[in-house]
């Protein structure tokens, strides 16, 4: 009977693997480009637990720049975890360090997640490629939330209005289009144009947006699902660029069977990316870090 339950256990594993792989498979051939998805910059949720209040209360008193509220633990419930000012220094170096290339005519497309970090991630690495030169940054939302947890994944309206007011530059243009109508069976969806915010906020709190341990997509799903329906939206790119979350990008990695000892010295780090490509038929996974 052990025996029975082990091999039962196994098999599900092995097939469990070989599903993920496969629609990564289908994800690299069907973008035909390189796949760099990365984890959101260092954020106010990450202080107490990144470093000491000490090194935290120097900071706000000497002259290393930014304001007091991006060094300040976010409140639950009011506004979503955003961008600290070590997260806003680290991703200057970013692009060179991954090997991003510009666009022809500076207009980008970003995949993100429906949380506001992801979005202002994407916003900062886009203005470190350009070095503060004048660009258009399509951000496309996408169910790849991270699972649930004390406050922090719950897409607020309030976070729409705050990223536009206070983060976008006068030289920045910002589109928002967002992941609707769809279809988990078949890998489908439409992309939309989002002007109402509220219409945007109606979209990303329905069941297909939820955390992946509520039963929301899992990362493999949302990338293949992207590469069907929403391919012509990167004509424009050579690399496909995504911010996600950790716990997203991890639990795909254990998913894959991908080394435990690897997945690991992922725990804790800001910014990385993990990068999918296709060779002989087979998913290439390469981890670049943010410093070397």
Request: aromatic share 10%; with cysteine; proline share 4%.
């Amino acid at each position: 009977m052990v025996n029975k339950t082990t091999r039962k256990k196994k098999y599900k594993r092995t097939k469990l693997k070989k599903d993920k792989l496969k629609l990564l498979i289908k994800t690299c051939k069907n973008f035909g480009k390189p796949i760099y998805l990365m984890r959101h910059l260092n954020t106010d949720a990450n202080i107490i637990a990144d470093s000491f209040i000490g090194k935290t209360y120097n900071k706000i008193k000497g002259k290393k720049g930014g304001s007091l509220k991006h060094y300040l633990p976010y409140l639950p419930g009011i506004r979503e975890p955003t961008i600290t000012v070590w997260g806003r220094n680290d991703v200057k170096p970013l692009p060179k360090r991954y090997g991003i290339t510009k666009t022809d005519n500076d207009q980008y497309t970003v995949i993100v997640s429906p949380l506001m970090r992801t979005w202002v991630s994407a916003l900062l690495f886009i203005r470190a490629l350009m070095k503060d030169k004048p660009f258009s940054l399509t951000l496309l939302i996408s169910p790849m939330v991270e699972k649930s947890g004390f406050g922090g994944n719950n897409p607020l309206h309030s976070s729409y209005k705050r990223f536009f007011k206070e983060e976008v530059k006068d030289i920045e243009n910002v589109t928002i289009k967002c992941c609707s109508n769809i279809n988990r069976k078949k890998y489908t969806c439409n992309v939309i144009e989002i002007k109402d915010s509220k219409k945007l906020y109606n979209i990303i709190n329905t069941k297909n947006y939820k955390p992946f341990n509520e039963g929301g997509m899992l990362m493999d799903e949302t990338l293949y699902m992207l590469s069907k329906s929403c391919k012509t939206e990167f004509n424009n790119m050579k690399q496909i660029l995504i911010y996600s979350h950790s716990g997203s990008i991890r639990n795909l990695l254990t998913d894959v069977n991908y080394p435990k000892e690897k997945i690991s010295t992922l725990k804790s780090v800001n910014g990385y990316s993990v990068i999918f490509t296709l060779h002989n038929n087979k998913v290439k996974i390469t981890i670049k870090f943010p410093k070397k």
